[in-house]
Every structure is written in C-alpha cells, then in structure tokens.
C-alpha cells in the first residue's frame, strides 16, 4: 500500500530534550516537506527536500534541522524543543512540488 | 518568496447553497494551484488542482478558476452537503519549486 508513515503519532517532552521524528514513504518521491498547523495559521513549511542530499528551509526553519540520506526517509529533528514548537506535523510527499502531495497522519507534539 | 492569501478564514452555508473561496498569489511565475480537503483530526488531502494552462476545471460539485492576470484562483462548491464541512486550503508553488498553503478556510454546512 502507497504511504506515508509518521513516528511517533504523539509525543510529549520537556524544554531542551532532543527528539526526532521520522517519515518515510514508499512511493519512490523525490519531494518531500515537512509542515506545522497551529490554529488559524494554516500549514506552515519548515523544510523542504528535492531530492536526496538537497534540503531547503522553509517559512519557519527556526529551531529545526532536517537531513536526506535516502530518498525514502527525511527525517524532522529537534535539537533542543521549545513550548512554541508544540504543535500538529505533517510529513508529505510527492513526485516533485507541482504534483499531488500525499500527507502523513500527522505527529502531535507537546513540549512542556 | 511566494506568499498565499485565502479568504475567507471561516464560511456557514445552508446545505444545498453554493460556497466559493478565494485564494492570492504573490508570485507571477507560479503555474500550479491545488486545493486540499482536511477533514476533522485528518490529514489534508487532494480534492482538485489546476495549472497555469487552463482556466477553469471541473470535478462534479468541485471546481476551479484562475486568473493569472489577477493571479487570483477560486474553488467553487455548488449543492453542498454536510459532508462538504472540512478546513480547505489553497497552494501554489513557489519560485524554488516548493508548495505554499494559505491558511485555510473552516466550511460548515448546515443541514
């Protein structure tokens, strides 16, 4: 089955504690991007990737770092979390930008 | 960059009445504009997307318009039934190549 898988599907953390979460798709996409939703700010870009070793930031980067070793996984990383990082995350793919994005189940995130 | 307005931000309609939502695009260069459906505690999804190329596409209830010259676009939902209600967001892509939202409109339809 075609998807995009997201863990973990909640997390709550303290101020400071790195984290990762991860996405993968089996779809063979080259584009994938990472997005936060908060309430009545729509879906934010954090980071987005091209194709394999090619990242780019998006609207807010800030406090987050990404990597893509393989095309399949790219990975959303939180060195030292913040409460203004809680939040709702979406990993997407799809075969570039201008083509139909397929969405993870999304990541809830709390940081206290 | 690419930066993408929608209106309005929420929208009530009585169930079999016509709701259309607006979307701006700041980039001229941008030649792809899809439309996604997030149904509540859901992911977003794909419901209909236009290119630069055309005007106007249709999809039963569903449809798009899009002025470049304005570089305004529109989704348009006629006969709307309660399973319409959803936060729906309007994209298009930016000068990098990669896909900027607008911040969703919450649609409610009552019955």
């Known amino acids: 089955e075609a998807q995009v898988t997201q863990n973990p599907r909640y997390l709550i953390t303290v101020t400071g504690k790195k984290l990762t979460v991860t996405c993968s798709q089996n779809?063979?996409?080259?584009?994938m991007s990472w997005y936060r939703q908060d309430p009545g700010l729509g879906l934010r870009q954090i980071y987005y990737?091209?194709?394999?070793?090619?990242?780019d930031k998006g609207d807010v980067p800030e406090g987050y770092k990404v990597s893509r070793k393989e095309k399949r996984n790219f990975p959303l990383i939180l060195e030292s979390p913040s409460p203004n990082q809680t939040s709702l995350y979406f990993c997407?793919?799809?075969?570039?930008?201008?083509?139909?994005?397929?969405f993870g189940p999304g990541t809830r995130l709390t940081v206290l | 960059g690419e930066n993408v307005e929608q209106h309005p931000s929420t929208l009530s309609v009585q169930e079999g009445d016509s709701a259309v939502i607006k979307c701006t695009y700041s980039?001229?260069?941008?030649?792809?504009f899809p439309w996604y459906k997030q149904e509540l505690g859901k992911r977003p999804q794909l419901i209909i997307d236009?290119?630069?190329?055309?005007g106007e596409k249709k999809d039963q209830r569903i449809a798009v318009t899009l002025n470049k010259t304005a570089k305004h676009f529109s989704l348009h939902i006629t006969e709307t039934q309660p399973e319409d209600s959803a936060v729906y967001f309007c994209?298009?892509?930016?000068?990098?190549?990669?896909?900027?939202f607008g911040k969703g409109t919450k649609l409610s339809v009552k019955p």
């Open positions: 990737s091209m194709n394999v070793e090619v990242t």
């Open positions: 997407a793919s799809s075969l570039s930008g201008q083509n139909e994005q397929f």
């Open positions: 980039d001229s260069a941008s030649n792809y």
């Open positions: 779809m063979n996409h080259e584009y």
């Open positions: 236009i290119r630069s190329n055309v």
């Open positions: 994209a298009a892509v930016g000068s990098q190549g990669n896909l900027i």
